[in-house]
């Protein structure tokens, strides 16, 4: 007997509504929450002003060290003791870094929160740091580098990033450092940065059922033993616009593809345009159905994937687009992608083409935002970027409501395919020649 049924249709998409953002100041610190009513899990999420961009020159990598040295123990247990204890409450540390911050997280039911809390502040504020253990980190994450340096790309963005802003600049280098920078450091670099930057209140964000929770509790736990004010966080950098293109040739003899990477400044996170730059940025490169991504995998066959858009930070951003392309064909793919960038500048977006932009950013956004820790996280771009708390409550309708004139303004303001950097990782031999012959700048090999 075959059983034939009607496939169901779609259901009707339920507004998305954020939770409503508590904010205010306690013990010293800043707590930032929302309220999840009925929410068996809870997050608690320590954000410092301490990412990568505090770290001096010539220290890159110590906040990725450090990340990984805070469960190695603390003043009041060791390593086991403490895998013990945050483990009896069924949850983990999680701690990670960006330009911007470094956090600290752990999520666990809620009535587990405050122990969870104490556990977190123990690590942050008081970690043992014994010269065998952070030396035992800074090995492994140098190994760790050396493994993925040997791979196509972190050598090409790193020269993009030093082309765009400056290699003696901070954000003129890589995020976690290189292999060089991470082995060179020392235990008292570690010891010192945290004493200069983990040490401070910073903000606690908590995300849970709130009336199961004492905030004020919470926040006392998270920032005892924590004092001094708050770092001057420094305006937007100034980049100084390029005239002309480069082509940076990264040289990587034998290599049977070439590793693709294209840029040039761009605004902030917080620059009032972020939105239709984003749409603009998912039109040309930024979704499967790209511009790009379109005429270079499904047109030319020359990739398997290429993306495009606009990344930003506090305090700057840049377009960047990435690809790898067979060898042969990698000045032909440069010329493409150049080509589509200026069209996409010169002549804007379609409204067919911003519909599916709007609607898929709309709808994943709807999607992330479904968890505790992803509103957490949410949360914590309100306190980095300085962005009112009824941000995202208002993001998706922003998305929406975006038109293609607006749009494509800001894809002629904001793309400068004539000041690109075109980074080309590959075999010079081989690609060198039809490089130069493209006419799309100078070609200039890289040192590194």
Known sequence: MTLISTRPGPGAARPYRFPQVVRRGV????????????????????????????????????????????????????ATAYALAIEALGTELVAGLDWDSFQVSVQVPVDRLPAAVELLAEAVRTPRLEPDDVRRVRDDEATAQRMDWANPGPRADAALRADLFGAENRWGRPLYGDPETVAALEVEDVRIFHSEWFLRPGTLIVVGDLERLDLDALAATAFAGAGGGAADRGGPVEVTPRQGRKIILVDRPGSVQSTLRLGHPSPHRAHPDHVPMRLAGTVLGGAFTSRLNHLIREVRGYTYGIRGDFVSSRRFGRFAVSSGVQTAVTAPALVEAVGEITRTQQTGVTEAELAVARSWLAGQLSVELQTPRAIATALTTLVVHDLPDDYHARLRAALLA??????????AAHLHPEELTLVVEGDAALIRAELAATDLGEVITSTR
């Open 27 to 78: 013990a010293g610190g800043q707590l930032v929450a929302a309220h999840l009513p009925g929410q068996s899990l809870a997050v608690a999420l320590l954000l410092l002003d301490a990412g990568a961009g505090r770290e001096p020159q010539g220290r890159e990598g110590l906040g990725a060290v450090l990340a990984k040295a805070l469960e190695e123990g603390t003043a009041q247990r060791d």
């Open 402 to 411: 975006a038109e293609v004139d607006e749009v494509s303004a800001a894809a």
